[in-house]
């Protein structure tokens, strides 16, 4: 079973909203990253939170991790059709590679 | 800026074909992946390297089988491609810095097994 649960699974806003994924986890880890991939196309990183983070910043960008409840989010502020893309939460468990989740697809109505 | 790349975006093979998938990085990483992604189910580790001729296992090897002879190359092998192997195979790379790194991605390869 995937390690990360995205939620929702499919998102829908109009320009200028926030749009507000969730990401859980089942076991511990050392860090939480999100990614972002444009339709048919590789994944591109947004962001890293290690396990002692709680908030980052970037840009319009604004990722929370609670480890005590194991779920990460990840929260795009003002946002843009070119915003409009698949997120993706990956964690690190310590074993070099990467486990992801299925994903939340956004869709930013112009 | 670190650059991946895939032999092609693009591929269509038949059933029991043996396929190579190659990736290659300019960044001199330590670490190389492959992932293979289906709608609803995300990114799914097939295999990984850290270093060259190095390799582990990821969560679904069956059926597929690496080669990592230089450190900038590591290829994909479908021994014998079967119609459930039609998908988006993703390469990545990412530093050796201990726990805290991020992976660069190639653009994919979209295979599909006839």
């Known amino acids: 079973s995937q390690q990360g649960e995205e939620d929702p699974q499919a998102l829908s806003i109009q320009e200028g909203e926030n749009a507000t994924m969730n990401c859980s986890y089942k076991?511990?880890?050392?860090?939480l990253q999100w990614y972002r991939q444009n339709s048919g196309r590789g994944l591109v990183h947004l962001i890293l939170i290690r396990s002692n983070e709680r908030e980052k910043h970037s840009g319009r960008l604004r990722v929370t991790l609670d480890t005590s409840k194991k779920s990460s989010s990840l929260l795009i502020t003002a946002s843009r059709a070119a915003d409009t893309a698949s997120y993706f939460c990956a964690t690190d468990m310590g074993r070099r590679a990467l486990t992801f989740g299925s994903g939340t697809r956004l869709q930013v109505q112009p | 800026d670190v650059k991946v790349t895939q032999s092609s975006r693009y591929l269509v093979k038949r059933t029991g074909e043996k396929v190579f998938l190659e990736c290659v990085q300019d960044?001199?990483?330590?670490?190389m992946f492959w992932y293979r992604q289906d709608p609803g189910l995300g990114l799914r580790l097939i295999y990984f390297s850290y270093d060259v001729k190095m390799k582990e296992k990821g969560d679904i090897p069956e059926g597929y089988s690496v080669s990592r002879e230089k450190k900038e190359r590591f290829s994909l092998i479908l021994e014998s491609a079967s119609t459930n192997q039609t998908s988006m195979y993703l390469c990545?790379?990412?530093?050796?810095?201990?726990?805290?790194?991020?992976?660069?991605f190639g653009p994919g390869t979209r295979l599909t097994v006839t």
């Open positions: 990545a790379s990412s530093p050796s810095q201990g726990s805290y790194y991020e992976q660069y």
């Open positions: 076991t511990s880890i050392n860090n």
């Open positions: 960044m001199d990483h330590e670490n």
